[in-house]
C-alpha cells in the first residue's frame, strides 16, 4: 500500500474520532493473522483508551463505511466513559473482559469455507480469577455478505455478543489454560426481514435483571461505583430490545432504590450492593453451568478413547 494511501487512512480515522470527541494518542505498525500490514490505533478519552486496528490497505470510502465508523466511535467514546470499558456481562451473570482480539478476519486454514477471528475473553470478579476461553470465532462466506467489511468497527459488536449467546448456551468453558473453541457465527443471529442482528428474546424481568447486575458487577465490584453506560447498543441488541427500553428499565430500577440514574449511565445504590451473596451464587452457578458434564470422565483419566 503506497504511503499516500496509508497516510490518508489515518487522517481519516484521525478526524473521525476527533468528531466523536476521542483523541488519537499513537499509531504503531501491526500484522494480520498472514502477516500483512494493519496499523493500531490508540484512542483517548479523559485518561482511558483502547485500540483500533484497520488492514493498513483498507479504503475507507463511501457513506456505507464511513458511517457505520462514526457510530462506532461515537460508542466507543461513551463506553471510555465505563470504568471497566472492556468488561461484559452474560445474561448468565458472568462478568467476561474481551480482549487480545485481532483484527481483521482472516481465511480459515483448515480448508473450510469461513472467515476467523480470534480473541479471549477472562472472568472479572473481583478475585484475581485466571478463568479465560480462547476464542475462535468462526463466519460464514455467507454472512459476510452481509456486514459492511471484515474489519474491527464493522464486526466487533456482533463478534461479542456472539460469544456471549455461546456462554449462554453452555458451549464455551472458562479454564486456566486450554485451545481456542469455537464460536459459531451464522445468519441464525441475523434477521433478513427485519435487517438486523437478533441474539436473544427477553422479557422485562430478565432485562431488569441484566441491569441490576451489570450494575452490580461493573460499577459496584470492579469500579468503584463509578457509573456505567446503560444504553449500550450492544447490550440493546444483544437482548433484542431498545436503547430507550433499557433507560428505562433503569429508572424503574432507581425508582425502587436500587440504582442511581444520571443521564444514560447508572451507579449502584447500597440496597443493590447488599445483595452479594446472591450475585455471587449466580455466578458460581454460571460458571457450573458451563462446564461441561459430559467430560467428567475424561478429565479423571478415565476414558477408553
Known sequence: MSTQVQES???QVASAAEAAGLTVTGTVAGADFNGAPTTKFTLGLDGKSTELELSDDFELQGEALKAPLAAYLAETAKRLKNPQPDVYLTLLGLPLRFEKFAWPFHKSTSGADTNLVHGEVKLEDGQESVLHAKIAASMTVTFTEIVPALQ???AEGFIYNAVRKTMDQGQLELVKSGNRQPVPVTTRYYS?????????????????????????????????????WITDPRDAQYLNTTEAELLKTAQALAGEGLLRVEGEYAAPAEALM???????????????FTRPKFNEDMRGGHTNM
Open 9 to 11: 487512512l489515518t487522517q
Open 152 to 154: 474491527q468497527p464493522y
Open 192 to 228: 433478513m426481514r427485519h435487517q438486523r442482528f437478533v441474539f436473544n428474546d427477553t422479557d422485562e424481568t430478565q432485562r431488569r435483571d441484566f441491569i441490576a447486575a451489570k450494575v452490580f458487577w461493573l460499577s459496584g465490584v470492579l469500579g468503584e461505583g463509578k457509573p456505567v
Open 274 to 288: 447488599a445483595r452479594r451473596a446472591q450475585y455471587e451464587e449466580q455466578l458460581a452457578k454460571a460458571l457450573e
